[in-house]
């Protein structure tokens, strides 16, 4: 009897039969381009703070921590800048978390989650983990959604959550702030939260405005960010999100009391206090991938315009077998999925030109 087997004699929720869990590989390979981590790891200025300020809560380590995280809440909020204070500000293990509390308060049996495919692929998840209905709307022929296409489709939907990812993963493309306007006025009948999912807003080119500046006088509006990306922490796990303070108080109706960790805490107040030295390798990662979309465009490909620290591409007759001489060259990269496409993160200057001469084999033969 196989592992599938033994799970379908156990009494399992009938909704979550069948299901499948968030795979990403996790493989043992040299260049790890597939998830979208910060690939120059953490100065070493960061590490030391970090170092120190965790060996600080040891001797406090047996008692639960501050189960508010104040002083995290102040630091957030002092990054974001826009006028939020701590009130505004909810945290979590990263911002998975972060989007399961929301369907946890938010959605739910008899309600429903809306996103708008290809999008980040856990809204699905995180729906059916909550026994949240999930729904999926559509874009344009080159992945793009208007503020008229999105408006509509959430008034036809009436659902009680809407993801916006911006920029998209796995696209890489930021929408305009017209298409959250116009999102959250039309989610006005059906009161649905609206959540702008910002995980790779420090990646964005210059210029574009994040949901933040819309928060003011929109209590149902929530933006969503993490410290997994542009501030290299993916493995420390915190992510955040900023909106009116009541927002924050449904989320403590359904939270696991002291779950964030005095370790988590120290670990993520110290990183942003050191922001400036993790932070500095963002305009780098930028500059490579802005080179990735260069590079692939003149080998013939058809990469997506990315304002995130990745690039996703089409225009592969066989993206599978693409994928698999990559990682044989030992280059992982993703495959999301769509037909004639893959994603890759931008990585050290190093890595990228492993990546594109790997790739530029590969066409060749
Ligand atoms: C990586 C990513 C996240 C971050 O998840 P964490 O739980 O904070 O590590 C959130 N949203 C999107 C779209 C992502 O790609």
Redesign the pocket.
């Known amino acids: 009897m196989d592992q599938f087997e033994r799970l379908s004699q156990l009494p399992l929720r009938d909704d979550l039969r069948g299901q499948h869990p968030y795979g990403a590989p996790q493989l043992d390979v040299p260049i790890l381009l597939n998830?979208?981590e910060n690939t120059f790891g953490v100065p070493l200025d960061a590490k030391e703070a970090i170092l120190k300020a965790v060996s600080d809560e040891l001797d406090g380590l047996n008692r639960y921590p501050d189960r508010e995280f104040t002083e995290l809440r102040r630091a957030l909020a002092a990054y974001l800048g826009h006028g939020l204070v701590e009130e505004n500000i909810w945290a979590a293990n990263?911002?998975?978390?972060v989007?399961q509390q929301l369907l946890q308060a938010f959605g739910g049996p008899g309600r429903s989650a809306m996103g708008f495919p290809p999008t980040?692929s856990?809204y699905p998840l995180l729906a059916s983990g909550t026994g949240t209905a999930y729904v999926a709307g559509v874009r344009g022929d080159d992945y793009s959604l208007t503020a008229e296409s999105a408006a509509g489709q959430v008034r036809a939907q009436a659902p009680n959550i809407v993801f916006l990812?911006s920029p998209n993963?796995p696209t890489g493309t930021a929408i305009g702030l017209d298409v959250v306007e116009a999102v959250y006025a039309a989610g006005e009948a059906s009161q649905a939260i609206v959540i702008v999912?910002e995980?790779?807003a420090e990646f964005a080119h210059a210029g574009t405005p994040s949901a933040l500046s819309l928060l003011e006088g929109r209590p149902r509006l929530v933006v969503?960010r993490?410290?997994?990306?542009a501030f290299a922490l993916?493995g420390a796990?915190?992510?955040y999100l900023a909106s009116a303070p009541e927002v924050a108080d449904a989320i403590r109706l359904v939270r696991l009391p002291y779950h964030l960790s005095a370790i988590t805490q120290a670990t993520a107040v110290a990183a942003l206090r050191n922001s400036d030295a993790l932070l500095a390798n963002v305009e780098a990662i930028k500059v490579q991938r802005d080179r990735i979309v260069a590079e692939l465009l003149a080998m013939g490909l058809a990469p997506a315009p990315s304002d995130s620290n990745f690039v996703f591409f089409g225009g592969l007759a066989d993206p599978a077998a693409v994928w698999a001489g990559l990682l044989a060259a030992g280059v992982l990269i993703r495959d999301v999925g769509i037909p004639g496409h893959l994603r890759v993160t931008a990585g050290t200057e190093a890595e990228t030109t492993a990546f594109l001469d790997g790739l530029r084999a590969i066409l060749a033969k």
């Open positions: 998830v979208n990263g911002s998975n978390e989007l980040y856990m990812c993963n999912d995980a790779y969503s993490t410290m997994s990306k993916a796990r915190v992510g």
